[in-house]
């Protein structure tokens, strides 16, 4: 008996129909931080932690909106029509699906940013401090250590 194979795969169509709508909600910490390196138009990362992480550091360019505060401020600080990419801390925090939740709740298409902010820190993207910009290396766990992209 196959672990893998019980139970059966689904077929080539459902695997479709689900890896679509997985992407459609989903973004990585690299796709991410091509975006706001390229100046890509249309989206806007929000930091959902709460005000002590976000000191410590968080991605450029975020805005910051803990989670709680978003029904209340979205409005005004994120524009209509723009999609909004959510980060917490990472994959063993479910912050960054609940803000996508409230955004979503208030019209906003929005997508989470797998990863969060541990992923961006591993992958070695620059993080904006107190004290300004700084980026520490990549952690070949996640990165090939030459420097050159997962291609994937």
Known sequence: ???VLSPSPASAGR?????AAKLSYETDVSDVHSDLEAGAPGLVVVDTRGPDAWEQ???PGAIHLPTRQIPTRAAREIPAGVVVVTYCWGPGC???AKAALAFAK???QVKEMIGGYEYWV???FPVRTPAGLRRREGDDLTVVPAGVTCDC
């Open 15 to 19: 695997a479709v129909a689900h890896f």
């Open 94 to 96: 479910n912050g960054s």
């Open 1 to 3: 008996m196959s672990f």
């Open 106 to 108: 208030l019209g906003y």
């Open 57 to 59: 550091g968080h991605v």
């Open 122 to 124: 591993r992958e070695g």
